[in-house]
């Protein structure tokens, strides 16, 4: 017979077997047995990671979006690729996006796009120049019928 630790140890020994548990206990509203600290740092990390995700999908939009915009040389190799990542990203972004997630990457903008930035860059070894400031707002981004400007 197999016994179960408690569900502090379990955590810390197998935290998919602790999530199943946890969930059981929830279901049959047993409160009581709960291992609350590490409840809610899970359900504190799940909301982080819900965060990072619509983070990291902006991040990716406004990267194609300046390649597309900037780095005119390599545009006409990579145009298709670089417009259908940003459509595909706006999508994803759209799918997992809510109004609390929403206000939060309007909180982070900026820093997203400094993120963005140094990508960029890096991958066009500093030969374009791009605008300090997103040339973007959020609202466009979001808009599924949305390209940057481009000659």
Excluded at 42 to 55: C, I, P, Q, Y
Excluded at 99 to 124: G, P
Aim: proline share 4%; charged share 30%; net charge negative.
């Amino acid at each position: 017979m197999t016994v179960i630790p408690d569900l502090k140890t379990l955590y810390e020994i197998d935290d998919s077997l602790w999530l199943e548990e946890t969930i059981e206990l929830l279901k049959a509203r047993r409160f009581d047995a709960l291992d609350l600290d590490n409840l809610i740092e899970e359900l504190e990390d799940l909301g982080n990671e819900k965060k990072f995700r619509v983070a990291s999908f902006l991040q990716q939009i406004i990267r194609h979006a300046l390649l597309l915009q900037f780095w005119t040389r390599e545009r006409e190799y990579n145009q298709s690729h670089w417009e259908s990542e940003l459509v595909n990203f706006q999508d994803q972004l759209n799918t997992y996006l809510t109004a609390s997630l929403r206000k939060y990457l309007e909180q982070e903008f900026d820093n997203i796009y400094q993120k963005a930035i140094r990508y960029v860059r890096k991958k066009t070894k500093n030969q374009v120049t791009f605008p300090n400031t997103c040339p973007y707002s959020l609202e466009e981004i979001l808009d599924p019928n949305w390209l940057p400007p481009y000659e």
